[in-house]
């Protein structure tokens, strides 16, 4: 079984920074794209960013030059550095990933972490 957790959610004052971070684990062979989704309070769930296995990286407009995410093949993780964060950034945080795992490629979900940016 494959688990993706997440780490590093909390409270920040608006223009404050927060670093994300998600550690995979379990029987698997690879760790193919992964990626970060938010979900704000009373809305559906969006992409923020993702990375390829080979660390191309894709953000939505509204977090370019402001997140960064990156990944750590050794350890198996994928973190999402968040900077100049704005009221509006304030959601649940999903790690995704696609999962190279025994004879397919399955998608896994994380539990979410809430981010929560303070006017």
């Known amino acids: 079984q494959v688990q993706l957790v997440e780490s590093g959610g909390g409270l920040v004052q608006a223009g404050g920074s927060l670093r994300l971070s998600c550690a995979v684990s379990?029987?698997?062979?690879?760790?193919?794209?992964m990626g970060w989704y938010r979900q704000p309070p009373g809305n559906q769930r969006e992409l923020v960013a993702t990375?390829?296995?080979?660390?191309?990286?894709h953000y939505v407009d509204s977090v370019k030059g402001r997140f960064t995410i990156s990944r750590d093949n050794t350890q198996n993780t994928v973190s999402l550095q968040m900077d100049s964060l704005r009221p509006e950034d304030t959601a649940t945080y999903y790690c995704?990933?696609?999962?190279?795992?025994?004879?397919?490629?399955?998608?896994?979900w994380g539990q979410g972490t809430q981010v929560t940016v303070s006017s």
């Open positions: 379990g029987n698997f062979f690879s760790i193919k794209t």
């Open positions: 990375i390829t296995e080979g660390s191309m990286t």
């Open positions: 995704n990933g696609d999962i190279w795992v025994p004879n397919t490629v399955k998608n896994y």
